[in-house]
Structure formats: structure tokens, C-alpha cells
């Protein structure tokens, strides 16, 4: 008799082991299936952000960023603004630059070098350093041109390092400081009228394609706003003081690659 106790104890134990591994189960597939009773959770709305260049709102997935910024197409990013910044450019605001005289819009493109410290450039990437200096913040013990240099106030709108990457320092609505005393074509204060590229590299070595290739792109964006632009080196319109862009800057390849006519480039276009 007890052993059939035993047996039917055992029975029931086991019974009561299936139905609670069933019910598990069944929970389990419960708790994947939405509840029709409950309220279903309100996801968060996505974040929106506005086109730096025409000030749409959109969904932050669907626009395009270049350094922070947002844009709502390629056109818009690689497009010179209504307030003078290119988009796809790394923006570093120089405080070195004034409000140009009244009435009086860019007609002038200055081509310039430069090169931290001097021919550097060869051994290491060393642009950082320029943006340093139109920013006043190059450090003079860095090296020890920087202690010669490291109290001018000097700025320029753009600036091409060896790599290609385009950097910008002041709209170009506003003059900065790259042009010096100065004459073009019996025109003086060049900064008044003019828009400065700095080149990365020196009197000694050739530019890299990459940045005549972007110079190219530059040149069309700031045309299409600015039709009337002449292109002079800062030895042409600073003779007695400088010799940039140099000997290496090919004139006839910044020529063949922007399409300007000759009669826009009046210092002609051998190398100087």
C-alpha cells in the first residue's frame, strides 16, 4: 500500500512539473505578444535640425554634416552662403578682419603660400599650426620661428593644406588681413577689395594636385557669386615685398583647371 502511495506522490509531482514548465512556456510567448489591453509606449520623436544654408528644418537622419554643421543636400554643402562661408569648408574663425568700406564687393583673388614653420611641411603635417596663427594662438615656444612671428596679426579667407582639406577663417563679405601695403593695378588697400587663399608649401617645392584641385572647385563656387574676380599672385600686387605664390605655382594649370579667361589673370600666366 505505501509503495503505491509513493507511486501516485510521484505521478502528481511530475504532473504538476509538466503543467508548470507548459505555463512557463506559454508566458514567455505572452509577454512577446503585444498586449491589445495596454497602451503601447510612445516612441521618441527624432531630432530635428536646420540646413545651415537655407534654414529648412529636417530629421537629423536625412541631412548631410560638415564639421557640426547640417545640410539638406550636396548642392547646399558645397555651395558659398548667403553670409560668405563655403559649407564643406572646416570653419576657424580668425579675429583678425574688419567690415569691408561700404558698396565695395570682392573683385580681386589674391594667391598666397605659407608654410609652418617654414617647409615643415615636408616632414610632418604641420597646417594646425597656421590655423594657429590666424587665430593668435600659435605657441612661441613650438619652435623657434614661431617667436618672430607669433605677435603679428595676420588672417586670410581661405586656406588649402597639402592634403586638399580646405579650411576658412573669414566670410567673405569681410576683408582679412592677408594682403599687407599693396597695390593692383594702380588700386590700393587690396585687402579692401580682395579675397585671400592661402596655398600650404613655400618658394621651393610644388604644390600638390590635390590642392590645385580644390583651388579649382573654390575659384567656380566663389565666381558663380562673384563674377568679376581677376586672380593675382601677392608678389603682383606687393613687389617690392613678397614672392608668393612663387616660382612653383603653375599658372597655366589654375588657369586649364578654373577656365579663366586670360583676361582675368592681367600679371599673365608665367611663372614668377
Not at 505572452?30 to 529636417?58: D, F, G, I
Not at 539638406?72 to 569648408?89: F, M, P, Y
Not at 576657424?92 to 611641411?121: W, Y
Request: charged share 25%; glycine share 6%; net charge neutral.
Amino acid at each position: 500500500m505505501f509503495k503505491w502511495l509513493l507511486l501516485f506522490a510521484g505521478a502528481g509531482l511530475f504532473y504538476l512539473w509538466i503543467k508548470g514548465k507548459k505555463q512557463a512556456k506559454l508566458n514567455a510567448e505572452n509577454s512577446r505578444k503585444p498586449n491589445k489591453n495596454e497602451p503601447e509606449q510612445p516612441t521618441a520623436p527624432e531630432a530635428m535640425v536646420q540646413c545651415q544654408y537655407c534654414k529648412v528644418h529636417l530629421p537629423k537622419s536625412e541631412v548631410l554634416t560638415c564639421d557640426d554643421r547640417f545640410y539638406c543636400s550636396k548642392e547646399h554643402l558645397q555651395t558659398l552662403d548667403s553670409e560668405g562661408w563655403i559649407g564643406d569648408a572646416r570653419w576657424r574663425i580668425s579675429p583678425n578682419q574688419d567690415v569691408r568700406p561700404e558698396n565695395v564687393a570682392p573683385d580681386l583673388v589674391v594667391i598666397h603660400h605659407i608654410s609652418l614653420p617654414p617647409g615643415e611641411f615636408r616632414n610632418q603635417a604641420s597646417s594646425q599650426h597656421i590655423v594657429d596663427f590666424f587665430q593668435n594662438k600659435l605657441d612661441p615656444s613650438a619652435h623657434p620661428y614661431f617667436t618672430e612671428i607669433a605677435d603679428q596679426k595676420v588672417s586670410s579667407h581661405f586656406l588649402i593644406a597639402r592634403s586638399g582639406e580646405l579650411i576658412q577663417f573669414v566670410s567673405t563679405h569681410n576683408k582679412a588681413w592677408h594682403a599687407g601695403v599693396s597695390s593692383f593695378l594702380g588700386r590700393e588697400k587690396c585687402n579692401d577689395f580682395s579675397i585671400g587663399i592661402e596655398m600650404e608649401g613655400d618658394g621651393d617645392s610644388p604644390f600638390e594636385a590635390a590642392q590645385y584641385q580644390v583651388l579649382s572647385n573654390l575659384i567656380q563656387k566663389l565666381a558663380a557669386t562673384y563674377p568679376h574676380l581677376q586672380f593675382a599672385g601677392h608678389s603682383d600686387i606687393a613687389p617690392d615685398r613678397k614672392t608668393d605664390p612663387g616660382m612653383y605655382f603653375d599658372w597655366k594649370k589654375f588657369q586649364k583647371e578654373t577656365g579663366i579667361s586670360s583676361e582675368k589673370l592681367p600679371f599673365g600666366l608665367r611663372s614668377r
